[in-house]
């Protein structure tokens, strides 16, 4: 059974730092490139960050050098490490696996404001 669950989200002043973690069932995460969405109110979901298997990261433009994603092989995870937050941040981020058919988390809630 494919399982995403999230965990990290919250409330944060613009400049703070939060860190997002999603929990893969080993059957997809060792298949699996791993990433994470966001969808802000009113708008269309958009990739975040992405790590292939072999660890080839891609970002949108808007959180490079911001954002860094990783993933952890050995505990089934993928990790979202979010710095500089902004106001345009805040949105529900979603952990996603990608083999060829998406799967996806329930998402958890990212707020930035003063």
């Known amino acids: 059974q494919v399982q995403l669950v999230e965990s990290g989200g919250g409330l944060v002043q613009p400049g703070g730092s939060l860190r997002l973690s999603c929990a893969a069932s080993r059957s997809i995460f060792n298949s699996a490139t791993m990433g994470w969405y966001r969808q802000a109110p009113g708008k269309q979901r958009e990739l975040v960050a992405a790590?292939?298997?072999?660890?080839?990261?891609n970002y949108v433009d808007s959180v490079k050098g911001r954002f860094t994603i990783s993933r952890d092989n050995a505990k089934n995870t993928v990790n979202l490490q979010m710095n500089s937050l902004q106001p345009e941040d805040t949105a529900v981020y979603y952990c996603?696996?990608?083999?060829?058919?998406?799967?996806w988390g329930k998402g958890t809630l990212v707020t930035v404001s003063s």
């Open positions: 996603n696996a990608n083999l060829g058919i998406n799967y």
């Open positions: 790590i292939s298997l072999g660890g080839i990261r």
